[in-house]
């Protein structure tokens, strides 16, 4: 903790020298604590702050880039702009901080723990947030392009108008979520499970749903152009008013699907049966360009 008579830079060098001994089990080791400590706008670029205890700390602005963060206790902290690229931050613990604007461009993110953490307009391009565990967090009008959130499990976030183009969600299981606005363009969500997700209004031209699990999750006025729909579960799904034009359905189930007012024209690899068992309706738009509903064995699954 920083404290004494000594200044403020002398103590927190004093308390990072002891953390790096406590680190390498040398004599006069000490785990940092810098629980409640003020950071604000301090250079510590490259800092071993590995399992540090950051608890109320304030980091507004706090220049991080590459540091050593694994591990770390992060709770009540605010890090808002704080510069985080590059940063090791594998098995954190974050928890009801402030994280707004903070700028994470590849950092390393495996198995962190995010709990009630706010990160609006965050930029986490090619980050790589892989085994993390996401739980009521704010993503509103963030950046995460190609990051990966490969096996993550996101429960109860938002993600309002962030731009994740390309972003990896390879086999993430995604519950109670909301991305209304979202643009997630050649995102790649296969054998995801998404439960009970609000997609309404995204742009997921030519995501890849290869298996994924739909989950009674919604799409209206999506557009899912040239999206990879094999083998994934659309049953109960929400697609109303979506674009599906070339997509393609190899496989897919389809039982109950809403796909009324969508437009599907162009769309490959449907069977009658398949569009027989969704619901389509006179403002639905079939394979071959004509209006629904569908009637089966009509020819109409069949793109011109």
């Known amino acids: 903790m920083l404290a004494g008579t000594l200044s403020p830079e002398k103590n927190l060098s004093r308390v990072l020298d002891a953390h790096a001994a406590w680190l390498d089990q040398r004599e006069g080791g000490a785990q940092a604590d810098l629980s409640g400590a003020v950071l ?10 590995r399992k540090a205890d950051l608890r109320g700390a304030s980091l507004i602005e706090c220049d991080l880039e590459g540091a ?8 009540h902290a605010d890090l808002r702009k704080a510069t985080l690229s590059r940063a090791e931050m594998t098995g ?10 903070a700028w994470m461009v590849d950092a390393s993110a495996s198995e962190v ?3 009630q953490v706010t990160l609006r307009k ?12 996401i739980q009521q967090c704010d993503f509103g009008w963030t950046t995460a392009r190609k990051t990966g959130f490969h096996q993550a499990r996101i429960f109860g976030s938002a993600f309002p108008d962030a731009d994740m183009e390309g972003a990896l969600f390879y086999h993430a299981r995604i519950q109670l979520c909301r991305f209304h606005g979202a643009k997630l363009r050649q995102c790649n969500f296969s054998t995801a499970i998404l439960a009970d997700c609000d997609f309404t209004g995204c742009d997921l031209t030519a995501a890849r749903f290869s298996k994924t699990d739909f989950g009674r999750s919604t799409f209206t006025r999506a557009i899912l152009s040239s999206a990879d729909l094999r083998e994934a579960n659309l049953k109960g799904a929400h697609l109303r008013d979506a674009d ?3 997509a393609r359905f ?7 699907a809403d796909l009324r007012g969508a437009d599907l024209k162009g769309a490959r690899e449907l069977t009658s049966d398949q569009l027989a068992q969704a619901l389509t309706d006179k403002t639905t738009t079939l394979p071959n360009g004509s209006h629904g509903p569908y009637i089966r064995h009509s020819g109409a699954e069949r793109p011109r």
Do not use: F, P, W, Y
């Not at 706008?41 to 800092?47: H, I, T």
């Not at 954190?92 to 604007?101: L, N, V």
């Not at 965050?122 to 565990?133: C, F, H, P």
């Not at 190899?250 to 109950?256: D, I, S, Y």
């Open 40 to 49: 604000n706008e301090k250079r510590l670029a490259g800092a071993r702050l």
């Open 68 to 75: 050593d963060l694994s591990g770390s206790l992060i709770e």
């Open 92 to 101: 954190a613990q974050i928890s009801e901080s402030q994280m707004d604007m």
């Open 113 to 115: 723990r995010l709990h």
């Open 122 to 133: 965050a930029n986490l391009d090619g980050a790589r947030l892989l085994d993390t565990v």
């Open 244 to 246: 599906l034009t070339e």
């Open 250 to 256: 190899a496989k897919a189930v389809l039982l109950t």
